[in-house]
């Protein structure tokens, strides 16, 4: 398989079965490219191939900043989900997941609920809330305070 493009390509296509039969086969590689078939599928939002894929000790979560991406692009299903393994940080590359949901909520361009997106990644206490202080990102973390009761 030249370059695991076939993996790539039904991470990219949301081809579950396919991605399946290609994770079966040992002569393919999902962490090729930095785990780029894993970083696609969460792109992608597609939960059963993110599944397949966080299921293969091969794939390392955290290589391509996917947690990160996830924040952004996800249901909080899937960030539920890749919470629960040990392998995924939430807080690496300077807490970059935070960071990544405050830029794209003050700008409104998340797809999906930003207070129970909030609500998960705080549950997490790696997480660090008070991160940044110093830079220009404003959060109203109090406005939230409503929504947590």
């Not at 392998?87 to 797809?111: C, G, K, T």
């Not at 220009?136 to 009761?149: A, T």
Request: some cysteine; hydrophobic content about 40%.
């Amino acid at each position: 398989m030249d370059d695991n493009f076939a993996i790539r390509a039904t991470a990219l296509y949301s081809q579950s079965r396919a991605l399946r039969l290609l994770l079966m086969d040992g002569r393919v590689d999902p962490s090729v490219y930095d785990n780029d078939a894993f970083g696609v599928a969460i792109d992608n939002d597609d939960i059963i191939s993110v599944k397949l894929l966080h299921q293969d000790q091969r794939v390392v979560p955290t290589d391509n900043r996917a947690f990160a991406l996830a924040c952004v692009m996800s249901s909080s299903q899937l960030i539920s989900q890749l919470l629960f393994d040990s392998r995924v940080d939430p807080s690496v590359h300077d807490n970059q997941a935070l960071d990544n949901f405050i830029e794209w909520y003050s700008e409104n361009l998340l797809n999906h609920d930003p207070i129970r997106l909030l609500k998960i990644l705080l549950q997490d206490s790696r997480v660090d809330p008070s991160f940044g202080q110093s830079t220009e990102v404003s959060f109203p973390f109090s406005e939230c305070k409503y929504h947590f009761k």
